[in-house]
């Protein structure tokens, strides 16, 4: 009995981070210019808090500034970090990224797509 809860839990482990591999590179997010703004965006698509952190203190750009004037993809911060499911970004951002529903394609997990960041200038 020992024996079979250790094979289904590790079963159930190596299935769990094989699902979560994928669906994190199912997307790859490509800068479009070198401008400021897009720097910020790449940062947040980043989904990295300190690396967001880091980029907005090189640029000497706040929250406030990065929250109310830019903007991703013609998109608020708040509707882009919520589209692409950035959640760590935007807590960092003081957003509510989570309150967005969106509804993801399964069959297209396996697809490597390439999405072009800009932000505004």
């Not at 997010?29 to 790449?42: L, R």
């Amino acid at each position: 009995m020992n024996t079979l809860t250790t094979t289904l839990c590790t079963t159930l482990l190596l299935g769990t981070a094989a699902l979560t591999s994928t669906n994190t590179e199912a997307a790859q997010f490509v800068a479009a210019d070198n401008s400021p703004g897009t720097q910020i965006c790449m940062a947040v698509a980043s989904n990295k808090p300190i690396k967001l952190s880091m980029t907005m203190r090189e640029l000497r750009v706040n929250k406030k500034v990065a929250t109310d004037k830019l903007s991703c993809n013609n998109m608020s911060m708040e509707n882009f970090a919520g589209t692409y499911g950035f959640n760590r970004t935007a807590k960092l951002l003081n957003l509510k990224a989570e309150t967005n529903t969106s509804i993801q394609d399964l069959a297209k997990l396996d697809q490597q797509t390439i999405m072009v960041v800009a932000g505004s200038k």
